[in-house]
């Protein structure tokens, strides 16, 4: 006899208002973060993604969040978002924005910061959001409404479960895109005083 066929995958619903201030709540409550990512950078001139990896570290503070990006492969680099500047170090030198003076940069850096602090009222002035979600798994979809961001970026893709990012997807208005997944994600992370000084600062320069 003909088996039936399998019922269709059940797709995520839209979530409420309510869910996604839930959402964010959440992240907004964290203590800190660390964890591993994997980013590939997909370009339409490239035959292979660019891939990268480290672990980044974030802590929310009171008005002046921070964040660090270590990258280990394919070459060593710190990147420090503090404030209002971006700071970089890699085996060729160091550079400093001012992210007051670059709009575009500043808005990108603030997509992430934002995001990982939990902050509605900030990414609600940057995006149109909307939260799909299925018990404890969703996906939060960003799409810019503020110029320049909006001419550079088409849309930003965030997929966890509970307050665990899984992976974050930016999708560029030319086509290219970046993947970022995330693993071993500590979202009850505390820095000591030691580890704040080592961990969200540039290593010496080399003479």
Same mark, same amino acid.
């Given at each position: 006899?003909?088996?039936?066929?399998?019922?269709?995958?059940?797709?995520?619903?839209?979530?409420?208002?309510?869910?996604?201030?839930?959402?964010?709540?959440?992240?907004?409550?964290?203590?800190?973060?660390?964890?591993?990512?994997?980013?590939?950078?997909?370009?339409?001139?490239?035959?292979?993604?660019?891939?990268?990896?480290?672990?980044?570290?974030?802590?929310?503070?009171?008005? =002046?969040?921070?964040?660090?990006?270590? !990258?280990?492969?394919?070459? $060593?680099? +710190?990147?420090? *978002? %503090?404030?209002?500047?971006? @700071?970089?170090?890699?085996?060729?030198?160091?550079?400093?924005?001012?992210?007051?003076?670059?709009?575009?940069?500043?808005?990108?850096?603030?997509?992430?910061?934002?995001?990982?602090?939990?902050?509605?009222?900030?990414?609600?002035?940057?995006?149109?959001?909307?939260? =799909?979600?299925?018990?404890?798994?969703? !996906?939060?979809?960003?799409? $810019?409404? +503020?110029?320049? *961001? %909006?001419?550079?970026?088409? @849309?930003?893709?965030?997929?966890?479960?509970?307050?665990?990012?899984?992976?974050?997807?930016?999708?560029?208005?030319?086509?290219?895109?970046?993947?970022?997944?995330?693993?071993?994600?500590?979202?009850?992370?505390?820095?000591?005083?030691?580890?704040?000084?080592?961990?969200?600062?540039?290593?010496?320069?080399?003479?």
């Amino acid at each position: 006899a003909a088996q039936a066929p399998a019922p269709a995958p059940v797709a995520a619903a839209p979530a409420s208002a309510a869910a996604l201030d839930g959402l964010l709540a959440r992240f907004a409550a964290m203590s800190g973060l660390q964890a591993k990512f994997r980013e590939e950078k997909r370009m339409a001139l490239l035959a292979a993604p660019l891939v990268s990896e480290g672990t980044i570290y974030f802590v929310p503070g009171a008005g =002046s969040p921070r964040l660090a990006r270590h !990258t280990t492969s394919p070459a $060593p680099s +710190v990147v420090l *978002i %503090d404030g209002g500047a971006l @700071r970089f170090a890699d085996g060729a030198g160091r550079e400093e924005i001012a992210l007051d003076r670059n709009p575009p940069v500043r808005l990108f850096v603030d997509s992430f910061v934002k995001i990982f602090a939990g902050d509605r009222a900030a990414l609600a002035r940057m995006y149109a959001m909307e939260l =799909s979600a299925e018990g404890e798994h969703w !996906t939060l979809r960003l799409k $810019p409404k +503020v110029s320049p *961001i %909006d001419k550079l970026v088409e @849309r930003v893709e965030i997929t966890g479960e509970g307050v665990v990012i899984a992976s974050m997807r930016v999708v560029e208005v030319g086509g290219d895109e970046t993947v970022t997944t995330f693993s071993a994600v500590d979202t009850a992370r505390r820095f000591t005083a030691e580890e704040t000084a080592t961990l969200f600062s540039l290593p010496p320069a080399r003479r």
